[in-house]
């Protein structure tokens, strides 16, 4: 009797030792719990085989919350593409937006060109930099003659591709550090740096006849129209400011008006102050 308890002791022990290496079969302690070996023997495989099925029970469930775990990660990362992705593709939207909020706030939407207000921003920048270095940038302001007749024949449609016309005949003809603007209304401007009055004068002239010569067509309305146009040179000694500038151009082109239209006046202070 003791030498099978003895043998069923260390049998027992065997398969303990198995249990600890990680070597488990579900019938490892069916033959310990058999009727006829010792009770302690019995209970403890009992107790042990008890043990080893909870042990299955929480790896089964551990693996299963393992997969679900993996699933979830490889859906949040699927979900953190999907996000950057909108996220890169609303910025860039936004962006967008942005740039051309800012075109809309600095450009004449009808002509294409700048708008008053940046033309006015560039021009105190463009003042600044001529006293600076003593340059002398020319001014030079025109509208379309007898606009009002050209929309009360022809329809304000029409009127608007005129003054589309002539802003493609400024971005086309023009220099690239040329600064030029649809000023309001029918009236446009150009400031010509580093240009003296002679010079500009030229480039008023080029302007004039190439909108002169243009046919505008819309609707099987075929027309030209003219423009009266008025050039000054910055002085230092007499102007204060950009606007002086400005102002100085804007006289010229009264007299321009004045004495029949169609024609480039150079602004002369003398002929001005009588």
Do not use: W
């Not at 080893?52 to 699933?71: D, G, M, N, P, Y």
């Not at 030209?224 to 082109?253: C, R, W, Y």
Request: proline letters at 2%.
């Amino acid at each position: 009797m003791e030498e099978l308890d003895s043998g069923i002791f260390e049998e027992f022990i065997a398969a303990a030792e198995n249990i600890s290496c990680g070597k488990y079969n579900n019938t490892d302690f069916e033959r310990f719990m058999r009727v006829g070996n010792p009770p302690a023997i019995r209970q403890m495989a009992a107790i042990l085989e008890n043990i080893c099925h909870q042990f299955e029970s929480r790896e089964l469930q551990l693996k299963i919350t393992v997969k679900e775990l993996k699933a979830a990660r490889t859906e949040l990362e699927h979900f953190n593409t999907l996000l950057d992705s909108r996220v890169k593709k609303r910025t860039r939207v936004l962006e967008e937006t942005n740039s051309l909020l800012e075109s809309l706030s600095i450009t004449d939407s009808l002509t294409g060109i700048d708008n008053r207000r940046n033309f006015d921003v560039k021009l105190a920048r463009e003042y600044s930099r001529a006293v600076r270095y003593k340059s002398r940038p020319s001014c030079i302001m025109f509208d379309i003659d007898l606009f009002k007749q050209v929309n009360d024949s022809h329809g304000h449609l029409y009127g608007d591709e005129v003054l589309r016309m002539i802003g493609q005949t400024l971005l086309k003809h023009l220099r690239a550090h040329d600064i030029f603007a649809r000023y309001g209304g029918e009236e446009f401007i150009v400031l010509l740096p580093e240009t003296d009055l002679q010079r500009a004068y030229k480039v008023s002239e080029k302007l004039r006849l190439l909108i002169s010569d243009n046919v505008v067509e819309k609707d099987g309305v075929r027309t030209k129209v003219t423009v009266s146009l008025g050039v000054a040179e910055f002085d230092p000694q007499t102007m204060s400011s950009g606007n002086d500038l400005v102002n100085a151009a804007d006289n010229a082109l009264y007299q321009a008006k004045r004495t029949g239209r169609n024609k480039t006046v150079i602004y002369n202070n003398k002929q001005q102050k009588k």
